[in-house]
């Protein structure tokens, strides 16, 4: 059983950490491996998760909070208080199923945008946890959706990207004030 860093699952009046949107340069740069996981590492994990349960998310990766680190913070049940968050650290999926599903996907960092996204139902995905032990999980259903976007934002890759519906992701993007333009489409 891996040691888990403990946050409340509660809203605080102002996250700890400032959200980055749509159309900023820090969301499309690569992520940097982590070499060194220590206390600084684990801090920034407990504020990632309390900044990712003020702004009610299920996910956030590091370059949302401005930082170009291969970091991200899951919990896709927060509603649930004996479901404990994960922290994945230099997170890498090494299997893919071949069966993929369309489901309806949102993002801390276009607020407001839901669009449907096509992703393989299932994943294995390898990592670090907080302590910097090796971990290996098999993920399906929303838990696989979720990594898979979080870690879409480590490649500089956001959720429109992989938006097929162009239409509805262009009155979707323009009705909640983004630019167009910052979409850089994922050739499939």
């Known amino acids: 059983m891996t040691a888990q860093i403990l946050v409340e699952k509660k809203k605080l009046t102002k996250p ?9 340069r820090v969301l499309r740069q690569p992520a940097k491996r982590i070499t060194k996981i220590d206390e600084e590492i684990r801090r920034l994990a407990r ?3 309390q900044t990712m349960y003020t702004e009610d998310g299920i996910g956030l990766a590091a370059p949302q909070v401005g930082l170009a680190k291969q970091l991200l913070v899951v919990d896709s049940d927060p509603e649930d208080a004996t479901n404990l ?13 071949r069966d993929v599903c369309v489901l309806q996907e949102g993002c801390l960092s276009i607020p407001k945008v839901f669009l449907d996204v096509t992703r393989p139902e299932v994943i ?8 910097g032990r090796p971990q290996k999980l098999t993920a399906k259903g929303l ?12 490649n500089g890759i956001m959720f429109v990207d992989r938006v097929d519906n162009t239409l509805a992701m262009n009155q979707e993007l323009t009705k909640h004030g983004f630019l167009i333009n910052a979409v850089k489409p994922i050739e499939s």
């Open 16 to 24: 700890p950490l400032g959200l980055h949107f749509l159309g900023d």
């Open 47 to 49: 504020q990632m998760l």
């Open 85 to 97: 968050p994960l922290v994945l650290i230099n997170p890498v999926i090494s299997k893919f199923s």
């Open 124 to 131: 294995e995905v390898s990592y670090k946890d907080e302590q």
């Open 143 to 154: 838990l696989s959706r979720v990594i898979q976007h979080e870690i879409d934002h480590l």
